[in-house]
């Protein structure tokens, strides 16, 4: 029981069906083999019927045959011999000739009789009586005698007797004629060797005439209705013979058969039943395979399915639906429930992602306003800070711009004397030379030993010889210091742009040399300016401008250096660009900031050391002039600037429209 | 009917007459026969199946010897005046025309008895017979 619950659906499915088969075909064989088997008794009963029939027809057939032959020897003319008691023997020879003719007539005799019944021939020879048998008796037409035993014969028998007629007249009875038929004759035609034979008298009590059947017979057999009898141990099934015959219309012929033998053909009937169930069962089974199959095939898949979502928990499948039947409906119910559920997860995976989402949203936005925060806080800062810077910036400015118009000023006022003093020296110079070769000369003359002692005296006195060669040093080095006063104020005045506004041709070069000359102090002796000056070719631009984005970058490169470092300064010409290269080797520029440097108060600088707008000018200069500035530095080893200049600067053309306001400027 | 009968009587008397003479054979007649004497007219008829009744209306039973015999053939020629072969055919014609023929009797004693016991029976036998229980009704020579 356990086992066959376990089984699958299909075997289940296969062998209830099977089974099912098994009793409706064991039912149907049983109900048509019962039928059968009763057809078959009936028939064989009828078939016995009919077999008894037959053999009642043919034992009338005999006594219609013998009542003919009896019937037409009565009309034969001799018979009238009968009258004169066959004085002739011409009826005893007929007879006897008849006898011969009609094959001994089956051992039976014809006799004749006169009216008186007494014998007058016979077709055989009579010895014993000659008057007819009292059993014949009466004869008044035509009669049959049955089975009966008389004086002619020791053997039973049957008779046929009638009167004769005269041939002349029907009215006048010659005589009567009689033929005998033995009953074993009429045993002969009844009895065969496939069947018991019965043949009965139907009277009250029932006389049984003849049989084959050893030992008592139930005389149920002869009048019921009984088809099956048992005799002796063996089954037989019984027929009765359904008509009668004219001439012994009370007999009755029962035939039993040996039911073995009639039912033979149900054994076929068995064993055809059986062939039939097997031969039936291979289709059946197939058909039941498919049906089963066709049936759970759509439960496997979903099952499969089922499985498979089980184990894979992918909602999204769904299963074939291929029936319209209950299956189908499950499956779609499955498929609709499958969607629902599906729904219902995308939903709560929604919500848990959106939950997610806004959690993280909600974290980033609380980080992102904290950082914001910070960074405004840090912008806050920056810009207080830059206020701060640009408060300073504007305070330097302000100062500087003061400065610049007190430099300009100064420069101004001390170009003239400057340049007097420096004018003047080499005159000067000229003058002491003069005046010492004077001195030589006067010492060189004739004079008195004692003039010439106190000349030398004096000489000594003054110590001439280191006077001569101070004298010449103080020159020289009033000389250079003129010059450098010239410089200066020189550059000065060029730096205060005092010409700014004006866009002239120059050579970059002596830009960069007033530069540097301005930052001599800072440069010193520490630094070591290497200048490397290739481009040798004017160009124009905003001198005054150009000068400044050089202050600001030399300047930057001397801060960078600290103690010591090479300052190296390059120009050349490149694609009719001016190029010029600065480069320093101090601490260099960091990445993160290299992009930044330009910007507007960007600076690394303390605070009131620089204010961020170096760079940031400056490169709004050299882009204004139609340039560009590059920067690489490495942390370290040193920065590089190269600005690239256009030889003629697209500001040329703007020129003759525009008019630098120089006035507002230097008011700035 | 009656006319005949008077015939009858008449062909008695003749035959009467001839009886005077050495009789070859006589006419029998069972005793029930209503008549006394027949001519040979009259016999003729009978035999030839011209008369078929008795005066009484019983039935005339002719009783005739087998084809071929003595009596039969002096029968034919001295009553019916014809030959055997000829009477033969006109029998057998008449027996198709549903009459019966007069009967056969192979002996003068099986005539006789024939005749004796037979109603209407009418025969012939040798002349030399002895005659008993039956009517004579003619004689033949």
Redesign the interface.
């Known amino acids: 029981m356990i086992n066959w619950i376990s089984k699958s659906i299909a075997f289940k499915l296969g062998a209830s069906f099977f089974a099912v088969f098994i009793i409706t075909y064991a039912l149907t064989a049983a109900v048509v083999f019962s039928v059968a088997r009763q057809t078959i008794t009936r028939s064989e009963t009828d078939s016995l019927s009919q077999y008894t029939n037959l053999k009642l027809d043919r034992v009338g057939n005999k006594f219609e045959q013998l009542a003919t032959n009896l019937h037409a020897w009565t009309s034969l003319?001799i018979m009238?011999?009968l009258?004169?008691?066959d004085?002739?023997k011409?009826v005893a020879r007929t007879l006897e000739g008849l006898k011969r003719k009609y094959g001994n007539l089956e051992g039976g005799d014809i006799y004749a009789f006169d009216t008186k019944g007494k014998l007058i021939a016979a077709s055989t020879q009579q010895t014993e009586t000659d008057v007819m048998p009292s059993q014949w008796l009466p004869v008044a037409e035509f009669k049959m005698v049955d089975k009966h035993v008389n004086k002619f014969s020791r053997d039973p028998m049957v008779a046929l007797v009638t009167p004769i007629a005269?041939?002349?007249?029907s009215d006048?009875q010659v005589g009567y004629l009689a033929i005998t038929y033995p009953w074993a004759e009429l045993e002969k035609l009844i009895f065969d060797s496939d069947h018991k034979m019965l043949l009965v008298r139907q009277a009250n009590p029932p006389t049984i005439l003849a049989s084959d059947i050893p030992g008592d017979i139930d005389v149920n057999l002869i009048n019921g209705t009984t088809i099956s009898v048992t005799l002796n141990g063996v089954n037989y099934i019984a027929g009765r013979s359904s008509t009668q015959d004219s001439w012994v219309p009370d007999w009755r012929i029962v035939a039993l058969k040996p039911e073995k033998e009639a039912l033979a053909s149900l054994a076929k009937v068995g064993f055809e039943l059986l062939l039939l169930g097997l031969l039936l069962s291979i289709p059946i089974v197939l058909a039941i395979r498919w049906l089963s199959k066709i049936l759970t095939d759509p439960l496997h898949e979903l099952t499969d399915f089922v499985t498979n979502i089980t184990s894979s928990g992918d909602l999204s499948r769904r299963v074939n639906i291929r029936s319209r039947d209950e299956l189908g409906t499950l499956a779609n119910s499955f498929n609709q429930m499958t969607g629902n559920l599906e729904l219902i997860t995308t939903e709560r995976e929604r919500f848990v992602r959106e939950l997610e989402e806004l959690t993280w949203t909600l974290e980033k936005k609380v980080q992102e306003r904290t950082s914001a925060m910070q960074v405004t806080n840090t912008d806050l800062t920056k810009t207080i800070q830059a206020l701060k810077d640009a408060q300073g910036q504007l305070v330097q400015a302000e100062k500087m711009a003061s400065l610049g118009q007190l430099v300009a000023g100064v420069a101004h006022e001390l170009n003239n004397p400057v340049g007097f003093i420096y004018a003047n020296f080499p005159q000067l110079e000229e003058y002491v030379k003069e005046l010492l070769a004077l001195i030589d000369a006067l010492l060189n003359l004739p004079m008195d030993e004692s003039s010439h002692r106190l000349a030398l005296r004096q000489v000594e006195d003054i110590e001439l010889d280191s006077l001569r060669k101070d004298i010449l040093d103080i020159i020289r080095s009033g000389k250079s210091g003129a010059s450098r006063i010239k410089e200066i104020v020189s550059s000065l005045r060029s730096f205060s742009r005092l010409d700014e506004a004006e866009l002239k041709s120059v050579l970059l070069e002596e830009g960069i040399n007033d530069t540097l000359a301005i930052l001599g102090h800072q440069i010193k002796n520490r630094i070591t300016v290497v200048r490397d000056y290739r481009l040798n070719h004017l160009v124009t631009c905003f001198a005054g401008q150009i000068n400044q984005v050089f202050m600001n970058i030399i300047y930057n490169g001397i801060q960078a250096m600290g103690d010591v470092g090479t300052l190296t300064i390059g120009t050349r010409k490149e694609n009719e660009m001016a190029v010029i290269t600065i480069g320093d080797t101090g601490s260099g520029i960091s990445q993160d900031i290299i992009g930044k440097i330009f910007d507007p108060f960007f600076t690394t600088k303390k605070i009131g050391e620089g204010t961020g707008l170096g760079l940031s000018i400056s490169y709004g200069i050299i882009e204004k002039h139609g340039g560009y500035i590059e920067v690489e530095s490495e942390v370290g080893k040193g920065t590089r600037f190269t600005i690239h200049l256009k030889l003629r600067s697209r500001l040329e053309r703007r020129m003759v429209n525009i008019k630098p306001a120089s006035d507002r400027r230097k008011a700035v | 009917m009656l006319k005949r009968g008077k015939l009858w009587v008449c062909g008695l008397l003749l035959l009467g007459c001839g009886r005077i003479w050495a009789a070859e054979f006589v006419i029998i007649a069972n005793p029930s026969v209503p008549v006394k004497a027949l001519t040979q007219e009259e016999l003729s008829d009978i035999y030839l199946l011209r008369t078929h009744v008795w005066d009484d209306g019983m039935r005339i039973i002719p009783v005739n010897r087998e084809s071929g015999s003595n009596p039969r053939s002096l029968f034919s020629v001295r009553v019916l005046r014809q030959q055997q072969s000829a009477l033969s055919a006109y029998w057998d014609k008449m027996h198709y025309k549903g009459m019966t023929p007069p009967l056969v009797q192979e002996s003068d004693q099986s005539v006789l008895a024939f005749v004796q016991k037979v109603p209407g029976a009418i025969g012939y036998v040798s002349a030399s017979m002895q005659l008993k229980n039956v009517k004579v009704l003619a004689e033949i020579q």
């Open positions: 003319e009238n011999d009258i004169s008691g004085v002739d011409r005269a041939s002349f007249s006048y």
